[in-house]
């Protein structure tokens, strides 16, 4: 490498760190410290005392082995990934942009069911709960009928125990991505939409005399595909849907002193 070359490197380092309060280590800071000649103590240091964002796929891992990157601090960059400080669990999707957006939990506004109406006809006909959403749209609109989501989980012994004893919510405590490990344990649903209402509606419950259960229908399920990109990391390709309100909502075991109440919601245009 010349010496013009190294300066200039050497000089876009030292400028990031006088313009940046704290910096985030990445696949490409890494790249850089390795052409200005950082051995490996000093690289494995730096990512050991920073904030990271980790890319571990393998065309990226590739990147960091043509450019002479260590085995030892690949390894590192492979277990910090899975880690990263600016990454919150959660469910992303994929903008136009190319960008990964969150999306926040949308709370049920409330529930109405038929029962009364169920007992005067019969007690062996279902009655149905159904969850209401306000609004008749979503705020995460996706410009794509075939979205693609990215689902993060963290599946720590010490987050599982530390959510069942606090109270809250928001990212600290997003306890289906600390209680779940796989998107298995979610189904994507279409919401009815009530124009007039101006909300968004699906079931969420049924019963009868005889029995009654919770829970969206399995039959109502769309289908969509999984591919695990890390160990707490999974890519979400939803089948075509056509535009409309939809939503992912979480169908597994839910934790003491929790309730759920909330599902992932987007709509397609």
Do not use: C
């Amino acid at each position: 490498m010349s010496i013009f070359k190294k300066v200039t490197l050497l000089f876009a380092l030292f400028f990031s760190l006088a313009t940046i309060a704290q910096e985030t280590i990445t696949n490409e800071s890494v790249i850089q410290m390795q052409e200005l000649g950082f051995d490996d103590h000093m690289i494995i240091d730096k990512i050991n005392s920073s904030n990271v964002k980790f890319d571990a796929s393998i065309s990226d891992l590739s990147k960091l082995k043509q450019a002479g990157v260590s085995s030892n601090v690949i390894s590192l960059i492979m277990q910090k990934s899975k880690h990263n400080t600016k990454s919150k669990t959660g469910i992303y999707y994929t903008t136009t942009e190319g960008k990964q957006k969150l999306i926040q939990p949308s709370v049920f506004s409330g529930t109405r069911t038929n029962a009364a109406a169920q007992k005067l006809v019969s007690g062996f006909i279902n009655s149905k709960q159904k969850s209401a959403l306000p609004k008749a749209t979503s705020n995460n609109v996706i410009k794509n009928n075939r979205p693609e989501f990215t689902f993060l989980f963290d599946v720590s012994t010490a987050d599982v125990d530390n959510m069942q004893t606090q109270q809250g919510g928001g990212d600290l405590f997003n306890w289906w991505f600390r209680t779940a490990s796989s998107p298995n344990e979610f189904v994507l649903i279409k919401l009815t939409v009530r124009e007039k209402k101006n909300l968004r509606e699906v079931i969420t419950g049924k019963g009868n005399s005889l029995s009654s259960s919770s829970g969206v229908d399995p039959k109502k399920a769309l289908p969509f595909s999984i591919e695990e990109i890390e160990s707490n990391k999974f890519k979400v390709v939803a089948e075509t849907l056509e535009p409309g309100e939809y939503a992912f909502f979480y169908q597994g075991q839910v934790p003491g002193g929790r309730s759920n109440q909330s599902v992932f919601d987007f709509s397609i245009q």
